[in-house]
């Protein structure tokens, strides 16, 4: 796990995926608004956990049960709405398009004081079972 990066938590929620971030000053480019490469890597961060759920889910299996799922990001499609202020708790919802195989299809969007900032799309890939175990024995 990177202790540096967003630490999102995402959970479902009915059929969609949902996590929330709080934004700090530092993640701006113009004072008051959220930066765009914060907001794709969001998209790209919940797309990636939303993957990993849809994968435990499609083989009839508990979150996190062995062997581990791990998806990597293989295509990401970001349209910014409108600028995302800083200051609100971010919600990053996900819906899943399509589960077809080692592929898994995401669309995403951020909200921002109940307003769409941000919309989404990813294509996942399951990293193979082999390249996992070492990723985590690297720690």
């Known amino acids: ?3 540096l990066g967003h630490q999102l938590k995402s959970f479902w929620d009915g059929d969609e995926s949902v996590a929330h971030f709080q934004p700090q000053p530092y993640h701006t480019a ?4 959220v930066y765009g490469g914060v907001l794709a890597s969001l998209i790209d961060c919940h797309g990636t956990g939303t993957a990993a759920a849809a994968g ?3 083989e009839l299996r508990g979150m996190d049960t062995q062997p581990p799922l791990r998806y990597l990001t293989a295509s990401l499609h970001v ?3 409108k600028p995302t202020p ?3 708790t971010l919600e990053i919802r996900g819906k899943v398009k399509e589960v077809k195989g080692r592929k898994v299809v ?3 969007w951020i909200v921002a004081n109940g307003v769409i900032t941000v919309r989404g799309e990813l294509v996942a890939v399951q990293v193979p079972e082999n390249l996992v175990k070492e990723l985590l024995a690297q720690g």
């Open 1 to 3: 796990m990177n202790e």
């Open 30 to 33: 113009i004072p008051g608004y």
């Open 56 to 58: 435990y889910r499609a």
């Open 79 to 81: 349209d910014y709405l």
């Open 86 to 88: 800083l200051g609100p």
């Open 106 to 108: 995401v669309e995403e």
